[in-house]
């Protein structure tokens, strides 16, 4: 709407004018002689305004509202909702905006209400929103005159001091108090409109009729005032001051670095940085197509505002660039014999490792220089694929890096990522550089057959570049974007199995099996190395904690049959972990803590038998057995050995075959094999899992018989969760097994409508392979000719449907589970022989095996008793 501004001119204010429209503020109301802008936003309270404005009627009351929240012009009970004491005020200027009215309001004398009208009569009528009041007269003469003037002295002097510490009115404000400083009512209004309190304080202040009295509460409201004005004054003081001071100090240092570069001291941040960088590049062999790239990005850096983000960026990059060990090798150790020192006095066995290790060095002596290699260890968990790469870092003397792609899916951790995203790092390979500070390290990538795939693509694919000698001559990393020479560092790779790993990267490297360890490797293993790293860790020796022979050697065969030694060195732990608390506890008290034991027995015996309490009642209590069995277990757990000396009494805990269980528990395994003595229709069969080999029973059973007259095919379930492979080599072994059977026995016609079950335990873990076949034939006709096979003999091998035995991998851990299971006749593909052959002699010893090439074979052997050999 149309905005009017009036100004109204001055008229002589009335004495008496009861009838004034009643306007309701919020807070701060209005004192008299005092100027205030006032807002109504009531249409009916705007209507009824602009009339007695008209009328020549600029008056109006001014009353604050008890309820602060209430936003509305007009209140429904004025006695309830309103104070009883206001402000008669004149309307000086309104300023009409069509919605509301903007009003400047003077305040003239203190009114009363004495009569309300109803306010939701006829709004316009002269009177429906007027109220009849009376004046409140001030009570100025009073008889205490001096305490009026000590009070008035005192609030001028209060003001004073404020307008002095804030001096935003200090000049309109101080020509007030020459004018009204003999004035007691005026300055007591004054000192309330100067202070900021409260509605409830204000209102308390227009209300006392008492000039002592509004004095001295105007004299409390400004010296709240001028505490806080005093406390803003020190808090805005104290911040000054710390800017000046921060302030101050930046400028010092400012010129502290203009006069040290003045002096030569010191010079400027681009020039300390560029010089940083080319000192770091001064005993390096830098190629010349990164010479450049640094070069452009130092000229590119001296350009570029020390604040900007493009500075940053450019820095990072060319702290990578120059921490880069360009052309920087360590010399490798060429000393065969040390080498192979080093080799032997980390890890027992593992003679093909060991054998590969020292053909590199040979190579290199021959060459006088060496080039990386990729190798690649595969072989169950806890063999030390791991752990080897390390010794050989060490013979090679070589830096060693490690880093697992174990689950990894982001392309960038081996390829980095682009300068432009926000926190970009290069690969793990560039890492690998500036953190070795040589370009001929040895860098183990652990569990490359985990690597996993996401939508940041497939790493297993960006290890190619990386592993491909052809290529990592010239790798490129996305950070650096700078092609980086990657040939003279050799990779070792570890995996426990070679199926998931991708055919092109596994073309790239070189495989190296790492068998598991047989029974006496394990226990040379555990006196050589884990029992003396686990008397470091527990603080212990073999003067206090002895484990014997026959304890070791019933702990591999019992609790840790796994093809590596981790699950060992964990059993081992947890027995000298028993041995330490055992030590700790009862070492040098041992007598005592019996006799104490013994004498707690004898006065719990005697105390239950004094109550009349049979034997066979009071040993059955939980206190009793509790002593009991602390008694019993300290005597057959410490097995202390204590020997009596004049100066001291020690202790030694000896681990013997009798104690072992109560150390580590119950055996985990408790028997080689299920069957001793195999019944028609069981062969044991030899299988590889990633754990290392097993044996594997396949059992066979008839269930039912049709009528064998029509020569119906056999009908075959199959238990055991098996794979697609091993379904498949059982459809194909009841094939051949009913035609061979046709051929050893002409009048044998158990295959004739037979319906039998093959299953193969343990029904809860999955089975799969290409190696099952010989053994599900031996199986069925075993079942045929109703005659077991020899109880030591074991085979593994496909079949073809004419009787050809196929080759199958997995020697030696097979061998190795035979062995555990006491198998001493074994039945292999002839095409695995050089396997076989390769393997040490402490392994083949012992060991009757036969290396066939068509089933027939198999049959004269595996139903041929031992004694007839």
């Known amino acids: 709407g149309n905005s009017n501004t009036v100004a109204l001119s001055a008229l002589t204010v009335p004495d008496n004018f009861p009838n004034v429209p009643i306007i309701a503020v919020n807070r701060n109301p209005v004192f008299p002689k005092f100027i205030k802008m006032i807002e109504v936003k009531d249409p009916k309270m705007i209507e009824l305004l602009r009339r007695k404005i008209s009328l020549s009627l600029p008056y109006a009351g001014v009353f604050v509202k008890k309820d602060d929240t209430n936003e509305e012009d007009v209140v429904e009970d004025l006695n309830r909702d309103l104070y009883s004491v206001g402000t008669f005020v004149q309307i000086h200027e309104m300023h009409d905006m069509g919605d509301k009215m903007r009003m400047i309001v003077m305040g003239h004398r203190r009114i009363k209400l004495c009569e309300a009208l109803d306010v939701e009569e006829d709004l316009l009528s002269d009177q429906s929103s007027e109220t009849k009041g009376i004046d409140v007269k001030d009570d100025s003469k009073t008889k205490d005159a001096a305490p009026i003037k000590a009070l008035t002295a005192e609030v001028v002097k209060t003001i004073r001091d404020i307008i002095a510490l804030n001096p935003l009115y200090r000049e309109s404000v101080a020509q007030i108090i020459q004018r009204v400083m003999d004035n007691p009512v005026y300055l007591s209004d004054m000192g309330a409109a100067l202070s900021s309190g409260s509605t409830d304080e204000l209102q308390d202040v227009l209300e006392e009729m008492d000039v002592r009295k509004r004095l001295y509460k105007s004299l409390s409201l400004l010296k709240k005032e001028l505490e806080l004005s005093r406390l803003q004054q020190r808090l805005g003081r104290e911040v000054e001051d710390k800017v000046k001071a921060t302030h101050r100090k930046y400028m010092l240092q400012e010129q502290l670095k203009i006069i040290k570069k003045e002096l030569g001291l010191e010079k400027d941040d681009k020039d300390a940085i560029e010089e940083k960088f080319r000192s770091r590049l001064k005993d390096l062999q830098v190629p010349p197509h990164i010479q450049e790239v640094i070069d452009e990005e130092l000229n590119k850096l ?86 080897i790469a390390r010794s050989i870092a060490r013979a090679l003397n070589r830096q060693y890096f490690r880093f697992s792609v174990g689950g990894m899916h982001d392309v960038a951790e081996i390829k980095g990522h682009r300068r432009t995203y926000v926190g970009a790092m290069p690969g793990k390979m560039i890492q690998c550089l500036k953190k070795t500070k040589t370009d001929n390290p040895l860098v183990l990538i652990d569990e490359v057959d985990k690597i996993g795939r996401g939508y940041q693509g497939d790493p297993s694919s960006a290890l190619l570049e990386l592993l491909d000698p052809e290529q990592n001559q010239n790798f490129l990393d996305h950070y650096l974007d700078v092609t980086v020479d990657l040939s003279k560092v050799l990779f070792i790779c570890t995996a426990n199995v070679l199926d998931t790993i991708p055919d092109p990267l596994k073309d790239r490297m070189e495989m190296i099996q790492v068998s598991g360890y047989v029974a006496e490797e394990k226990q040379a293993i555990a006196r050589k190395y884990l029992i003396p790293q686990t008397h470091e860790h527990c603080g212990l020796n073999e003067d206090k904690t002895y484990i014997e022979d026959e304890a070791l050697g019933v702990l591999i065969k019992n609790y840790c049959r796994e093809s590596g030694v981790r699950s060992l060195l964990q059993h081992i732990e947890k027995l000298f972990l028993h041995s330490s608390l055992l030590i700790m506890l009862y070492s040098n008290c041992t007598t005592v803590f019996y006799l104490i034991l013994i004498a707690q027995l004898l006065t719990f015996i005697r105390t239950r038998i004094m109550t009349n309490e049979c034997f066979e009642t009071f040993d059955k209590t939980i206190e009793f057995r509790c002593l009991l069995n602390l008694f019993s277990q300290i005597h057959r757990k410490a097995a202390f050995k204590i020997v009596n000396d004049q100066s001291e009494e020690t202790s030694r805990i000896v681990v013997s075959q009798s104690n072992l269980e109560d150390f580590v528990g119950k055996p985990l395994f408790t028997s080689n094999r299920m069957y001793e003595t195999t019944p028609p229709g069981v062969v044991l069969g030899l299988a590889w899992t990633a754990m290392g080999g097993s044996t594997l029973y396949i059992e066979c059973c008839e269930r039912s018989r049709r009528n064998s007259k029509d020569g119906s095919d056999v009908s075959i379930e199959l238990t055991g969760r098996l794979g697609d492979v091993m379904k498949e080599s059982a459809r194909i072994a009841s094939t051949f097994a009913r035609g061979f059977l046709e051929k050893a026995e002409p009048h044998n016609s158990f295959f004739d409508g037979a319906n039998l079950h093959l299953h193969v335990p343990e029904g809860a873990t999955p089975k799969d392979g290409p190696s099952a076949g010989c053994t599900m034939v031996t199986a069925l006709l075993s079942l045929a000719i109703n005659q077991p096979v020899r109880p030591d003999v074991a085979m593994t091998g496909e079949i073809s449907l004419t009787g050809k035995v196929l080759p199958v991998g997995g020697i030696k851990e097979k061998t190795l589970a035979a062995k555990r299971a006491g198998v001493n006749c074994l039945i292999f593909p002839r095409e695995n022989a050089k396997d076989f052959n390769d393997l040490a002699d402490y392994i083949k010893d012992g060991v009757e095996t036969h290396f066939v090439e068509h089933y027939s074979e198999v049959f004269d052997i595996a139903f041929k008793q031992p004694d007839s050999s």
């Open 302 to 387: 001296g350009f570029l505002d020390n604040h900007s983000s493009e500075f940053n960026v450019t820095r990072n990059y060319l702290d990578w660039l120059t921490s880069i060990p360009w052309g920087s090798s360590s010399e490798d150790n060429m000393d065969l014999k040390r080498a192979k020192e080093i080799l032997e006095e980390d890890h027992f066995g593992m003679d093909d490792v060991k054998n590969r290790i020292l053909e590199f060095i040979a190579v290199g002596i021959l060459r006088s220089h060496s080039h990386g290699k990729i190798l690649c260890f595969h072989g169950p968990p806890g063999v030390g694929k791991t752990s």
